[in-house]
C-alpha cells in the first residue's frame, strides 16, 4: 500500500520569494515515481514534475525543483520566484494515489 | 502535445437523467483514467483503462458504467446519480499502465456535474 502525506493545508509567499511545499511518502516498492500537480481554480490538473525513485539527480524543470530524501521518504517541491500565478492547489502524487494538498496563495 | 480534452466541461442533470461524460486524447496513449474530485480534496481514482480493456474499477457504484470504444476515446455514462455525486470529473492518461508508478499521468480540464 502507498501513502502520501501533505502536512501544509495551506501556505502563503510574498511574490518573487521561493516556497517548499511538503510532501512525505511510504511505499514497500523499490522502483517508482513521485509528481508534483499544480490545479488552479478552473479545476485542470497540470502535470509540474517528476521524481523517479532510481533517479540520482533532484528533478528540476524551469522555477520548480524537487527536493528529493529518499531515506527520509520525502518529496518536498520548491518553487523559485514566485509568481502570482502560482496561486494554486498543489498535489503531490504516487501512482494513482494523492496527498490532501497545499493551497498555496501567493501575495503581491 | 500533452492535451486531453472532457466535454462537456459543464453539466446538470436530474436523478431521473441518464447522460455521459466524454474524453479524447490523441497521444497514442494506451491507460486512461476516471477520477472523481470532491470540493477541497484530492481526486480519487475510479477506473482504469488499459489496452481499451477495464483493468481496475475501484469498487464504484453501477450507476456509473464507464466504457472505451477506442484507445483515444473513454466515456463515463451517468444513470439515476444521487446529489452526492455532484463532484468534478477528471479524466487523464498515461503512456501505458504497466509501469504506471512511474508513469506521468497527464489529465484534462474536467467536467463540473452538478446532480439536483
Known amino acids: 500500500a502507498q501513502k502520501i502525506t501533505q502536512t501544509q493545508p495551506g501556505m502563503f509567499v510574498q511574490e518573487k520569494e521561493a516556497v517548499t511545499l511538503d510532501c512525505t511518502y511510504d511505499?514497500?516498492?523499490?522502483?517508482?515515481?513521485l509528481f508534483w500537480y499544480k490545479q488552479p481554480s478552473s479545476g485542470e490538473m497540470i502535470f509540474l514534475i517528476y521524481q523517479g525513485s532510481y533517479d540520482e539527480q533532484n528533478a528540476t524543470e524551469g522555477r520548480y525543483s524537487l527536493n528529493f530524501q529518499k531515506a527520509r521518504k520525502s518529496a518536498n517541491l520548491v518553487i523559485s520566484a514566485s509568481q502570482l500565478g502560482d496561486s494554486a492547489m498543489y498535489f503531490c502524487a504516487m501512482g494513482h494515489g494523492f496527498g490532501t494538498g497545499t493551497s498555496l496563495t501567493v501575495i503581491p | 502535445d500533452t492535451e486531453v480534452t472532457q466535454t462537456p466541461k459543464h453539466l446538470v442533470m436530474g436523478m431521473t437523467n441518464k447522460k455521459s461524460l466524454k474524453c479524447e486524447q490523441h497521444?497514442?496513449?494506451?491507460?486512461m483514467y476516471w477520477y472523481k474530485q470532491k470540493a477541497k480534496k484530492p481526486p480519487e481514482l475510479m477506473f482504469v483503462?488499459?489496452?481499451?480493456?477495464?483493468?481496475i474499477n475501484e469498487s464504484v457504484p453501477s450507476r456509473f458504467s464507464p466504457e472505451c470504444p477506442n484507445s483515444s476515446l473513454l466515456n463515463l455514462h451517468l444513470h439515476a446519480l444521487q446529489p452526492e455525486d455532484s463532484a468534478l470529473y477528471l479524466c487523464a492518461s498515461s503512456q501505458d499502465r504497466l509501469a504506471h508508478r512511474r508513469e506521468t499521468q497527464y489529465f484534462g480540464p474536467g467536467t463540473r456535474l452538478l446532480v439536483l
Open positions: 497521444m497514442g496513449h494506451r491507460a
Open positions: 511505499t514497500s516498492d523499490q522502483s517508482y515515481g
Open positions: 483503462y488499459s489496452y481499451e480493456k477495464l483493468s
